[in-house]
């Protein structure tokens, strides 16, 4: 079987678990995902088919982004969440504080965020892990093609493609925010120097993050891990309609409320 003929089980997998984690009316903040990624590997269409079934899903964005972009539509709190100045503000040094206000304020019973290399720092890697009862890794295959797209999108400030991509003041002041940083910094940089020192830190990442996830499998406390790739399973030509794929394939299989389209 080809990869791309994998991809579409695999969505309805991930759909059908969403959902029936959804239909067990469990208690709002039970379930708490993560999705683990990094910028250009689709993490923000991922993150908008899951806000679609919002009767079911309270689906955050960048909760642990370097900047404040609470009142990012696309990357803030979901469901009109607010987290206090004093709880924010200690996000980096004490993520604990942010996740324990993310579950205490969960409206619905599956809860999550994505979750870049930058956005903790690495010794409080294990805290987020530790939290979650549900990972979803998604890496690029092709990190030449993602190291030159993260250049690109700094460079120009745009860093959403797909149709529904308007931005509101709030983003487009995080967006302006972002690449004079990146240009204050000299961070835009394609060359093969930068390359193989970004793709060293995401090895880097990923090998810690699995260091973390096999202490926590020996004290039996691990996630469920689900591993998803930007290319099979978000880019396949009979996945681009994906939205209406897993609305069809979740209610067929659970019978759950409709959700609205993506």
Not at 51 to 60: A, G, I, P, T, W
Request: with cysteine; charged share 25%.
């Amino acid at each position: 079987m080809t990869p791309r003929r994998q991809a579409a089980p695999r969505m309805r997998v991930l759909a059908w678990s969403l959902a029936v984690c959804a239909a067990k009316q469990a208690e709002p903040g039970s379930k708490r995902l993560v999705i683990v990624s990094g910028p250009r590997t689709g993490s923000s269409l991922l993150i908008q088919m899951l806000r679609s079934y919002e009767d079911e899903v309270l689906m955050h964005g960048e909760p642990f982004h370097e900047f404040d972009i609470r009142s990012s539509s696309k990357d803030g709190f979901d469901g009109n969440i607010k987290i206090e100045d004093a709880v924010f503000d200690q996000r980096h040094a004490n993520p604990s504080r942010l996740l324990e206000a993310i579950t205490a304020t969960a409206t619905k019973e599956l809860v999550g965020f994505k979750l870049f290399r930058k956005h903790v720092p690495m010794q409080r890697l294990g805290d987020v892990l530790q939290w979650a009862t549900h990972v979803i890794w998604l890496t690029r295959s092709n990190q030449l093609a993602q190291y030159v797209s993260i250049c690109l999108a700094l460079r120009s400030g745009a860093w959403v493609q797909y149709g529904d991509s308007k931005l509101d003041k709030a983003e487009l002041r995080v967006r302006g925010a972002q690449l004079k940083h990146a240009r204050r910094t000299n961070k835009v940089t394609l060359s093969d120097e930068y390359f193989r020192l970004w793709r060293g830190a995401q090895s880097e990442f990923s090998a810690y993050a699995d260091g973390i996830m096999t202490l926590l499998s020996v004290e039996k406390q691990a996630p469920r891990i689900l591993r998803l790739s930007y290319e099979e399973d978000l880019c396949a030509p009979q996945l681009r309609n994906v939205g209406a794929r897993v609305r069809q394939d979740a209610i067929a299989a659970t019978h759950v409320a409709r959700p609205r389209p993506p």
